[in-house]
């Protein structure tokens, strides 16, 4: 199968890397064969080197809660295995945020968690990071797609702990409590995610070649792990807005988007949104010219109550993007 040209361009920007560094490497042994190696210019090229090889470009999928951003990501990155690996069914979504990366340092397939109770300690997640004994890893086999699909489905695992519990890892406020507001009583339990952190390393060759993918969960979960918002989303190189066209754009897509995502520093040039789902809008007693007038009403909709482009709005139904993956059916 012919490249698209993302995945192009994915290739020769990491060719390009590794030309950069055999260059840097040749020029440092030939400053080492003539004696002509300086400190201060051998810590400078070290430094170097070590930018180039651990450079990645991060692109964060964002999104409320039943976008279909699991699903997508599932389409681009596993559907030659027949079947979804991220669990993107009904009733499932993803709870704590995810990184889909290749780890080049060690070549191995895994999944790695933080357990949730790290919120009670005064670290971020990115020097947790440096710390792997805190973390429970599991292996992925990629020769296996049902054990992968059930190691990956620990990403939605929940629990339930009392409210004191909760509240003291920032993850009860009876003012959001919906229940509480009902009938002014506390729970005895609220359902929290196991999980704070998910690393995912798969060797995919967009991954393999430098690229990251943030998964975030949805707005209230942004909310509780402000290092989300803080670091990591103004830190990705392009951000993915996914929107469902079942829905349009709700009132807690347009927060999410003003106060995450567009107003979070990024530029206009590096936000693309994904409207999903529009498989939805597809209808058997329309002809075909009616259903992608309608598609194409939505997405100008969308694009002028986000105010961006809309060549940046791309209509898409990740469900049968998948679907006609597997099947081989190119037209879908």
Known sequence: MAQDPFSQRMQAFDTWKTNVLNTLQEFQEWLDAHELDEGENDLRIYETLEALRKDRLTLAFVAEFSRGK????????????????????????????????????????????????????????????????????????????????????????????????????????????PQFKKTGELPEQVEIPMWRHALISFPHPLLQQGLVFLDTPGLNALGNEPELTVNMLPAAQAVLFVLAADTGVTRSDLDMWEHHVHGGGQHNKNLVV???????????????????????????????????????????????????????????
């Open 274 to 332: 994904a409207l999903n789902k529009i498989d939805t809008l597809w209808d058997d007693l329309k002809d075909h010219g009616t259903v992608q007038a309608g598609i194409e009403s939505q997405r100008r909709k969308v694009a002028e109550l986000l105010s961006v482009d809309g060549d940046r709005v791309f209509p898409v139904s990740a469900q049968k993007g998948l679907v006609g993956k597997v099947r081989d059916d190119n037209a879908l």
């Open 70 to 177: 699991t699903e997508l990501i599932n389409a681009i990155f596993f559907a030659n295995y027949g079947r979804r690996l991220l669990p993107s069914e009904a009733g499932r979504t993803t709870m704590c945020p995810s990184e889909l990366f290749f780890d080049r340092e060690t070549g191995q397939s895994y999944l790695r968690l933080l357990p949730i109770e790290t919120r009670r300690e005064e670290k971020s997640i990115s020097e947790y990071k440096a710390d792997p004994l805190h973390w429970v890893s599991m292996p992925l086999d990629t020769g296996s797609p049902d054990q992968m699909a059930e190691t990956l489905r620990e990403v939605v695992k929940t629990k339930l702990v009392p409210v004191k519990v909760a509240r003291a890892l920032g993850l009860y406020d009876e003012a959001t409590d």
